[in-house]
């Protein structure tokens, strides 16, 4: 069985540019959660995708989007990039089924804004 | 928005010790999840819980689902080196509108002492 995989594994990027993160799920899952991770501190939701639409969203602005593929694979996608967007990002999947929020995590993309 | 308290944020101990934490939020949760992170990696799920007054255990590990549904423990016994780490508390509040979006606690950061 293949877990959760994310590229890049280190990002470094200036202010004001953009980023794409990429995740692809656990075989078998077919929703994917993204998570911010400042230093310190536990995930925060930014939001899922669930059959290629977006399923429920945290407290980030519009300059966080993401897509879900026929795959079920998902990416991040970070606008206009602020100093604070410096965190790890985390993807994780989940089935549909009856564990449906027991969620795998992968192990993240390091960004960093300069 | 949700708000879990985790506590204790750091415990020192000595290898072949017990070890306790928990989690409490102000609000009814319907899922309480357990996970372990490693220093650059992403958290890996250790227990879930699903009905209040459930008691799951995994190896040296056993969590408990509040009956007040707003809390959850964790306990390791006879803890190991290898059981240092940051353990986090997660939780899906009840409501149709939390699909999918756990909400972390801070994290409690576990040393042992060979």
């Known amino acids: 069985e293949t877990g959760v995989t994310q590229s890049p594994t280190h990002l470094i990027k200036t202010r004001g540019q953009q980023v794409t993160l990429r995740c692809s799920s656990q075989s078998g899952h077919n929703t994917v959660s993204w998570y911010q991770q400042a230093l310190g501190q536990g995930p925060q939701f930014i939001f899922q995708?669930?059959?290629?639409?977006?399923?429920g969203r945290g407290n980030f602005p519009p300059r966080f989007s993401g897509l879900q593929f026929p795959n079920y694979s998902s990416e991040l996608n970070v606008n206009a990039l602020e100093l604070d967007d410096s965190a790890l990002y985390l993807c994780a999947s989940s089935s549909s089924g009856s564990s449906y929020n027991e969620q795998f995590f992968g192990p993240g993309t390091r960004l960093t804004v300069l | 928005g949700q708000q879990l308290n985790q506590s204790p944020q750091s415990m020192f101990i000595q290898e072949g010790e017990d070890v306790s934490m928990n989690c409490t939020s102000s609000?009814?949760?319907?899922?309480w999840l357990w996970y372990k992170q490693d220093p650059g990696e992403g958290p890996v799920l250790l227990i879930a819980l699903y009905k209040a007054g459930e008691l799951t255990s995994n190896g040296r590990l056993t969590a408990q689902f509040g009956i007040t549904r707003k809390d959850s423990f964790l306990n390791i016994s006879a803890s190991i080196p290898s059981d240092v780490g940051i353990y986090f508390c997660?939780?899906?509040?009840?409501?149709?509108?939390?699909?999918?979006?756990?909400?972390f606690g801070q994290g409690t950061i576990l040393t042992v002492h060979p």
């Open positions: 997660a939780g899906l509040p009840a409501g149709g509108t939390s699909y999918g979006k756990l909400t």
């Open positions: 609000s009814i949760f319907n899922t």
């Open positions: 995708y669930y059959r290629e639409e977006e399923n």
